[in-house]
């Protein structure tokens, strides 16, 4: 069981525990079922500590667990799905990227596909160059760190907010 946080979050990541309760607990995955389709398609590719780890940054930007989600906001560029792709610039950014791999690949947009686009982003590169640095970071604490650092260094480096905004202070 992973417990609770105690990297400096206080408590500005919405439910985290709640999500990493879910994430750890088989009886609470199992009573939301696209909780659980997430949770079993992430663990497929990571361990469970970095898999418990992404399902409390998913739960952080779509708390509904809905892959259409589209951010409400006034902004031209609306955050969208699971881990609210976002561009910064007219077609710049994870949200086109995203489209882009799902026709490059011939994928539909589903859960799984989000998840496999994050990943393939992390592990091989595809889509919005992260950098080749912060890449080897994030693989290297999915595999080494708990799931606080895990947490706090996704949140920070592949959702990469606004710091002026950020839901986790560390």
């Known amino acids: 069981?992973?417990?609770t946080p105690s990297v400096g979050m206080g408590g500005t990541l919405p439910n985290l525990n709640t999500a990493?309760?879910?994430?750890?607990?088989?009886?609470k995955v199992h009573k939301n079922k696209t909780v659980d389709r997430?949770?079993?398609?992430?663990?497929?590719?990571?361990?469970?500590?970095?898999?418990?780890?992404?399902?409390?940054?998913?739960?952080?930007?779509?708390?509904?667990?809905?892959?259409?989600?589209?951010?409400?906001?006034?902004?031209?560029n609306k955050g969208y799905g699971l881990f609210q792709f976002t561009d910064y610039g007219p077609g710049i950014g994870h949200r086109t990227e995203y489209f882009k791999?799902?026709?490059?690949?011939?994928?539909k947009d589903s859960l799984e596909s989000q998840i496999d686009y994050v990943l393939d982003n992390i592990y091989k590169g595809v889509?919005?160059?992260?950098?080749?640095?912060?890449?080897?970071?994030l693989q290297d604490i999915f595999e080494t760190g708990t799931v606080e650092e895990i947490t706090v260094?996704?949140?920070?480096?592949?959702?990469?907010?606004?710091?002026?905004?950020?839901?986790?202070?560390n």
């Open 1 to 3: 069981e992973f417990g």
């Open 20 to 27: 990493l309760n879910i994430a750890a607990a088989d009886q």
């Open 38 to 76: 997430i949770y079993k398609h992430l663990n497929t590719r990571l361990n469970s500590k970095a898999s418990a780890a992404l399902l409390g940054n998913i739960y952080g930007e779509a708390s509904n667990f809905d892959y259409t989600l589209e951010e409400e906001t006034d902004r031209l």
């Open 101 to 107: 791999y799902l026709e490059n690949n011939n994928k």
């Open 127 to 137: 889509g919005l160059d992260l950098g080749e640095d912060r890449r080897k970071r």
């Open 153 to 169: 260094e996704f949140h920070n480096e592949f959702e990469n907010p606004d710091r002026k905004v950020s839901k986790i202070d």
